[in-house]
């Protein structure tokens, strides 16, 4: 081969360049940057108190619930199973805490142990009725999701559980980084989660089942063991989130409205942060900028004073896009 042969062989500078912007624009965390930081801009010029320190660290703790619980279903969905009975279960852990801690009278850490547990199990019957029985994902943790909710109205009569005791509001009263516990223990889930995801066996496992369930199978990867921890951990984090929304609120009580129709910040961030609907695909960044994106549209279309009706509508365009992406995503990788 000759000089000429080998220069032409040789991809440019430029070449390279352009190659290298490819290939990160397709990964859906860079991706998503691009909106972002699209709308923050847009909504910054309509009203430059969009950057202002309070609108962006209630930014920051808002989003901190939804995002909490988005990385346990962007491992459960990853698999591809869903869960619709989060919100729900974040209502029920906090009525129950506050009925055991005020009507019982057991101490808090018991009280919160025991919510908990009753979250786990919660996740686990979702797992045993989606693996074992073979019911859809959607159906079971919906119904589930629905009798949670009726269960948490039961327990509380439609109302607010308190006075409660002052440790109860402890959590909820600190403020590591300026922001709240609910966040910075969000954020090192999302580190734990990402390293799961992408170092461990455990994320391989999941990525196999979500890909090709058969063929995890045949490898000797119990599918159903990984899906039902997912639940699981899932639910699990539901449940941490309710007890922390309910130790923010200005008077710390079970109230059975807490996380309330959530589910669409939820579902509609893990979606946005390129999670698939498949199975197979998805990160714990990506998650955390798309529940990000989420809060940012809602917050900015406040501060921009535009009609506050407009917040569902606009949310869901974004949901709609996203899922149309991935269907397309997973047509072509199916050719």
Same mark, same amino acid.
């Given at each position: &081969?000759?000089?000429?042969?080998?220069?032409?062989?040789?991809?440019? +500078?430029?070449?390279?360049?352009?190659? %290298?912007?490819?290939?990160?624009? $397709?990964?859906?965390?860079?991706?998503?940057?691009?909106?972002?930081?699209?709308?923050?801009?847009?909504?910054?010029?309509?009203?430059?108190? @969009?950057?202002?320190?309070? +609108?962006?660290?209630?930014? *920051?703790?808002?989003m901190a619930f939804p995002g909490l619980?988005?990385?346990? &279903?962007? @491992?459960?969905?990853?698999?591809?199973?869903?869960?619709?009975?989060?919100?729900?279960? &974040?209502?029920?852990? $906090?009525?129950?805490?506050?009925?055991?801690?005020?009507?019982?009278? *057991?101490?808090?850490?018991?009280?919160?142990?025991?919510?908990?547990?009753?979250?786990?199990?919660?996740? *686990?019957?979702?797992?045993?009725?989606?693996?074992?029985?073979?019911?859809?994902?959607?159906?079971?943790?919906?119904?589930?999701? %629905?009798?949670?909710?009726?269960?948490?109205?039961?327990?509380?009569?439609?109302?607010?559980?308190?006075?409660?005791?002052?440790?109860?509001?402890?959590?909820?009263?600190?403020?590591?980084?300026?922001?709240?516990? $609910? %966040?910075?223990?969000m954020l090192g889930v999302m580190v734990?989660?990402?390293?799961? /995801?992408?170092? +461990?066996?455990?994320?391989?496992?999941?990525?196999?089942?979500?890909?090709?369930? /058969?063929?995890?199978?045949?490898?000797?990867?119990?599918?159903?063991?990984?899906?039902?921890?997912?639940?699981? *951990?899932?639910? %699990?984090? $539901?449940?941490?989130?309710?007890?922390?929304?309910?130790?923010?609120?200005?008077?710390?009580?079970?109230?059975?409205?807490?996380?309330?129709?959530?589910?669409?910040?939820?579902?509609?961030?893990?979606?946005?942060?390129?999670?698939?609907?498949?199975?197979?695909?998805?990160?714990?960044?990506?998650?955390?900028?798309?529940?990000?994106?989420?809060? #940012?549209?809602?917050?900015? @279309?406040?501060?921009?004073?535009?009609?506050?009706?407009?917040?569902?509508?606009?949310?869901? #365009?974004?949901?709609?896009?996203?899922?149309?992406?991935?269907?397309?995503?997973?047509?072509?990788?199916?050719?």
């Amino acid at each position: &081969m000759d000089v000429t042969t080998k220069a032409l062989a040789k991809p440019s +500078t430029g070449q390279n360049i352009t190659a %290298f912007l490819r290939r990160q624009l $397709a990964r859906q965390e860079v991706a998503i940057l691009i909106p972002l930081i699209a709308l923050i801009a847009v909504f910054t010029l309509r009203n430059p108190a @969009m950057l202002n320190p309070i +609108t962006v660290t209630s930014i *920051l703790r808002t989003m901190a619930f939804p995002g909490l619980i988005g990385m346990g &279903m962007v @491992m459960l969905m990853i698999t591809g199973e869903i869960d619709l009975s989060t919100a729900s279960v &974040m209502s029920l852990t $906090a009525v129950l805490a506050a009925v055991l801690i005020r009507d019982v009278g *057991l101490p808090v850490w018991f009280a919160v142990v025991c919510s908990l547990g009753v979250a786990v199990l919660i996740g *686990l019957f979702n797992a045993l009725l989606t693996v074992k029985v073979g019911v859809h994902a959607i159906l079971t943790t919906l119904g589930v999701g %629905f009798a949670v909710r009726g269960i948490s109205y039961l327990f509380s009569n439609g109302l607010p559980i308190y006075p409660l005791p002052e440790e109860v509001g402890f959590l909820g009263s600190l403020r590591p980084l300026g922001t709240s516990v $609910a %966040f910075v223990l969000m954020l090192g889930v999302m580190v734990v989660v990402q390293i799961a /995801l992408n170092q +461990t066996r455990f994320g391989a496992s999941l990525f196999a089942t979500g890909s090709n369930r /058969l063929a995890a199978d045949i490898c000797g990867i119990n599918t159903g063991r990984v899906k039902a921890i997912c639940f699981v *951990l899932t639910s %699990f984090l $539901a449940g941490c989130s309710g007890l922390l929304y309910m130790s923010q609120l200005p008077l710390p009580s079970g109230d059975p409205i807490i996380g309330k129709n959530l589910e669409l910040d939820i579902i509609g961030g893990v979606i946005l942060g390129g999670v698939s609907f498949f199975g197979g695909r998805g990160s714990a960044i990506g998650t955390l900028l798309g529940v990000l994106l989420m809060q #940012v549209v809602r917050t900015g @279309m406040v501060v921009a004073r535009l009609d506050p009706w407009w917040q569902v509508p606009a949310l869901g #365009v974004l949901m709609v896009a996203a899922a149309s992406v991935d269907v397309i995503r997973h047509k072509r990788y199916e050719r």
